[in-house]
């Protein structure tokens, strides 16, 4: 559409919001691009900046001479990532009608016209620009396992979400339009690159979000770095288990790698020739101080800042985990002498059934609040600091978000 092309009657005036991330260069290019495609279109462009190479100077000085509105909100504190730079700027949009796109130009704005017409069309809440529909092009991943790892990461997603998703063909894309007043957005909790997965499984409990796409070919990176790492991916997987089973889906997402190491570290050592109750304590030990590190950075971090010290904290997982070993391990023995099974198939069943406890005594007592001692403070009944503690505990863990 040319800048000086009038959209149709029913199209609502919208905001573009673009999350950035050191993409001084391709501010002005992106704003030009975004200008003539939306001309005639009442819009707006919003950035939401977590830089500090610049970036929002630049868009500062671009949106002096650009063709339609430009903000800039700069975060001191990155909080929540790209998702929650999307949140935020879903919070502050001057327009209910919003399309999210990254600020690398591998999202191209010549698509935006095709989004606002498949919008106004009246029939979809949300409409994703899809790599992987008829005319959509994957290319711009560069590389043949960039896109291998997409494509997986997208059937896996599917498969745990199939109610939400079945009609989407790209859930992890990055660039889509979304009708707020249908959204939730106080309910968003993004962690990392994928906010259109949050609001459809998260924002979608509150409706059943009517999604629509339009193909995307999806361009090359012309200036700056790929933000996607090995960590981002398991800020993705850790993500993806929070939202689909909650804090203890994600607590035995972690506590299943723990018992593969577990398992392998026995396996190895007893293919050495080591005896099986002395392999199974090693292993033992490197698992509970490894889950104990993916346990702080992924499953309570937000409950970290009014817990005990860290290294109270580690001292109570330890001992715990080590109490529970202690008396896990002659009941895999006993299982093996009795039974007359593997020592590998013994420690499985045992891990499993250690579970619960483990992820209750984290919940209640290693990462339970700091009592603060006031002036007015009331003793808790006794009762309340044990068994409704318990009950309470799970109850919200049952209630968390999660397609059940």
């Known amino acids: ?186 309910v968003l909790r993004p962690q990392g690159f994928k906010i259109l997965l949050e609001i459809l499984v998260r924002a979608g409990e509150r409706h059943d979000l009517r999604i629509a796409e339009v193909p995307m070919a999806f361009g090359a990176r012309q200036h700056g770095n790929s933000k996607a790492t090995l960590r981002q991916g398991a800020t993705f997987l850790a993500h993806l288990a929070r939202l689909r089973f909650g804090k203890m889906g994600l607590f035995a997402l972690i506590g299943g790698i723990g018992a593969v190491a577990n398992i392998g570290i026995m396996w190895v050592l007893t293919q050495a020739g080591m005896d099986y109750l002395i392999a199974a304590v090693i292993g033992a030990a490197a698992t509970i101080i490894g889950n104990f590190v993916l346990q702080e950075l992924f499953v309570f971090r937000a409950e970290r800042h009014d817990a005990s010290r860290l290294w109270v904290r580690f001292a109570a997982s330890v001992s715990f985990n080590g109490i529970e070993a202690a008396l896990r391990i002659p009941v895999m023995a006993w299982m093996v002498e009795s039974w007359h099974i593997s020592s590998v198939l013994a420690t499985a069943i045992s891990l499993v059934v250690a579970f619960f406890a483990r992820f209750l005594f984290h919940a209640l007592v290693v990462y339970a609040p700091r009592k603060r001692k006031t002036a ?27 397609e059940l």
């Open 1 to 186: 559409m040319s800048a000086t092309a009038q959209p149709p009657v029913a199209v609502a005036p919208v905001t573009v919001i673009v999350p950035t991330y050191n993409e001084r260069e391709n501010v002005a290019e992106l704003v030009r691009r975004i200008g003539a495609a939306l001309g005639g279109y009442r819009a707006e462009i919003l950035f939401v900046d977590d830089s500090s190479d610049g970036t929002a100077d630049e868009v500062a000085r671009v949106a002096v001479s650009a063709p339609l509105p430009v903000r800039v909100i700069h975060r001191e504190s990155n909080s929540g990532g790209l998702g929650g730079a999307v949140v935020l700027g879903l919070q502050q949009a001057a327009y209910d009608v919003c399309i999210v796109m990254d600020g690398d130009l591998q999202h191209p704005p010549e698509l935006l016209p095709a989004m606002l017409a498949r919008y106004a069309r009246g029939d979809a809440d949300v409409v994703a620009a899809s790599r992987y529909i008829g005319g959509g092009d994957s290319a711009g991943l560069g590389t043949t396992l960039r896109l291998g790892v997409s494509k997986a990461a997208t059937a896996v997603t599917k498969a745990m979400f199939l109610r939400r998703l079945w009609r989407s063909t790209d859930p992890m894309t990055g660039f889509f339009l979304v009708d707020r007043a249908r959204v939730d957005v106080d």
């Open 376 to 402: 007015d403070a009331v003793a808790e009944p006794a009762v309340d600091t044990a068994a409704m503690r318990v009950l309470r505990a799970i109850d919200a863990e049952a209630m968390r978000p999660g």
